[in-house]
């Protein structure tokens, strides 16, 4: 890759050269991307330096996540687990119900009252956790609340098909499942779902990720028999039934 | 000159006139060039756009940056000197490449050429949409036979203390969970509960590819065809002659011609998959007397195995996990549709001819069918969709991987001869090779058991249960 120090002399001759010799670049960045070619993609296809602080910048996002879904380990030790996912959740921007009391939210700015510390012996019997940045690590904070009834995970961008293969934890004790407008959620991920036996409400509508909706949302309503399962519309993926032939991912070597 | 000749041709003799002769063609040419001269500087036909944009061009790969070789276009072949060269750009060759990037002291320290005969949080390139690897958390339920059921339960406690959320069936709780197995003859399953299943291998070697390209390793289309190699005679303490051999040149061939590229490396890594053996071949791995380290050859070898696709209208529903049955047969699901994806490994007599990849349909109806009949009851009525067969890079000695450098070979490491179990360690391995390499011992996983030396020394490391 021919690239050069930002001081340099101007990039008048450096064509972007992402592709290696012998084999044309596979990386082309399209949909988003392609709209509008930034100024800092401009440069950093061009030096070393504007890269370096592009994957940094990446890197600093990708850290700000994780920080965000971190253990709360003292306060787990102080309190009880209990109490330690409910501020996981409220920290995060989300509500919990505890059992016998009313939603706690945080308000406009993030702040929430801390009362709910003395609720020590009361189990969380709610969470909604809706738009929030939780991840694979920060179910860590979920999964001991052993008599979570209902989870809302709407328009969460970070819970993937790995996250779902973690909530059989919950199984004994969750009803209510939303997992409606998950960017990253997929009907593989939707498969793990036959350990939660106890489910009567899922709600797996709106999912971009997943190919099929009409015939996923069968096949989960088959997995599930005492589950209302709610999503999309079950003929609207009917309409050409000739065409419709799922697609079956086929590449080669794929045991 | 010329006149000279001519002046003896009359009383010549066949050696003086093919002497002749070449001396006419010589003067011929000389003529024709002087001919061409002629007419390009009297000419009048002049294409100045065309004449124009050549010099510029010209003028690019001149200055630093381009690709100008004095003598010819070398776009395509390999540069001249790279510190690291991986012989196999597969999954295993890419991750090495990966780990090599990413635990280098410096910035660009290290330049690392993957040569490769045939042509996705960690592997997030900025600009680039997040890897998806079609990841299937469904798990995986292997059964066990009576004569199994010990090594399942051992297994499964060395699972465990690693950390794998394992859960341990009887016949009774496999039909309440999975009514569309036949549990005959099953004593004890095994069933991963979470993080457990399949991937698409071709979406990770993508990402992996994008990813160390964005890094900056260099990658070339070729063949490596011959090292070259200097040897030193040293005395070891019990007075025995060892000769030490250092890798010094990698000739890449390039496809469908003669022309290749010897490249100056340092280290070579030999991640060629099924090909590996003939690889150290050429390294002279093997080439001593036999019974001695010299004489030791590289046991690693391609084994074809078929995969067939199958549909099946009535078959288990979307919780399927991947099913290893007693038999050795295994399948899975394949997309929303119904369909299923499986084989069997055949035994050590079964082995079919490794000379092409032709899918011996016969094997299915005789050797899986019957199994997968047996076991799922409703795969009775089924139809083959398709199917396609590939290489196993397989050990013949214990059937699991060689890592590390060859004691004599004193630059070149392996990673290889997986036996089918390359996709899933791949990543742990390149781990473990990147920093042999850079620090010279394994630091955070110990593959010590896993060196070349236990071919000589006879140590097999056997793994039960292999598909």
Known sequence: MEKSSFCLVAPVWKQSTRGIRGLSGLAAPEGSEKKGRTLLQFLADRFYDMEALREYLLHRQMLKVHQKNRSFTNIKTRYGPEIAGAFFILKQGGAVKFQGKEWIRPSGRGRFSLEFLKLQAVPVEAIDASGCAINYTGLDNLLPLKELRSLWLQRCPHVDDWCLSRLHGLAHSLQELSLAGCPRVSERGLACLHHLQNLRRLDISDLPAVANPGLTQILVEEMLPNCEVLGANWAQGLKGASEEQPQDTASPLHA | ?467
């Open chain 2, 1 to 467: 000159m010329l006149v000279a000749t001519q002046g003896t041709v009359l009383g010549g003799t066949v050696l003086r006139g093919a002497m002749l002769r070449s001396l006419l063609r010589l003067a011929v040419c000389r003529g024709l060039l002087a001919r061409g001269l002629g007419t390009r500087r009297g000419g009048s036909t002049w294409d100045w756009d065309a004449e124009l944009s050549n010099v510029k061009k010209k003028i690019q790969s001149i200055l630093p940056g381009g690709t100008w070789d004095p003598l010819y276009d070398t776009r395509h072949l390999p540069p001249e000197r790279s510190d690291v060269v991986i012989v196999g750009g597969g999954v295993l060759g890419l991750s090495v490449a990966y780990w090599l990037k990413r635990l280098e002291k410096q910035r660009g320290a290290i330049r690392v050429l993957v040569v490769e005969r045939d042509h996705t949080e960690y592997l997030a390139v900025v600009d680039a949409p997040p890897l998806d690897l079609q990841f299937n958390p469904s798990g995986y339920l292997l059964l066990a036979s009576e004569a199994g059921a010990a090594v399942m339960e051992s297994n499964v406690k060395v699972q465990r203390q690693e950390g794998a959320n394992v859960c341990l069936m009887s016949p009774e709780q496999l039909r309440n969970k999975f009514p569309w197995i036949n549990t005959e003859g099953v004593a004890l399953a095994s069933y991963g509960m979470e993080d457990e299943g399949w991937f698409d291998p071709w979406c990770l070697l993508q990402g992996l590819r994008q990813k160390v390209q964005s890094m900056g390793v260099l990658f070339c289309q070729g063949e490596v065809t011959r090292f070259i190699s200097s040897s030193l005679h040293m005395e070891n303490s019990s007075g025995e002659v060892v000769t030490l051999k250092r890798i010094h040149e990698v000739h890449v061939k390039m496809d469908n011609s003669l022309e290749y590229q010897p490249v100056e490396c340092a280290i070579v890594i030999n991640t060629a998959g099924a090909w590996s053996g003939h690889v150290a071949e050429l390294a002279g791995i093997g080439k001593g007397p036999p019974g001695t380290l010299a004489g030791t050859k590289l046991p690693v070898e391609p084994r074809k195995r078929y995969v067939y696709v199958w549909h099946c209208p009535q078959g288990p529903g979307l919780e399927t996990p991947l099913v290893l049955d007693t038999s050795g047969a295994y399948f899975r699901r394949e997309g929303l549709g119904n369909n299923y994806l499986g084989g069997r490994s055949p035994t050590e007599e079964e082995e079919p001819d490794t000379g092409n990849l032709e899918v011996d349909h016969t094997f299915f109806q005789d050797k899986v069918w019957p199994h997968l009949a047996q076991r799922i009851p409703a795969f009775e009525t089924l139809k083959v969709r398709s199917a396609w067969a590939g290489y196993y890079d397989y050990n013949t000695f214990d059937q699991n991987g060689v890592v590390g450098p060859h004691p004599l070979v004193v630059n070149m490491y392996f990673a290889t001869g997986f036996s089918g179990h390359g996709l899933q360690q791949a990543p742990a391995v390149g781990r473990a090779v990147a920093e042999m390499v850079l620090e010279g011992s394994f630091q955070t996983i110990d593959l010590s058991p896993f060196l070349f030396s236990r071919f000589y020394l006879g140590e097999k490391i056997k793994e039960h249960n292999v598909i």
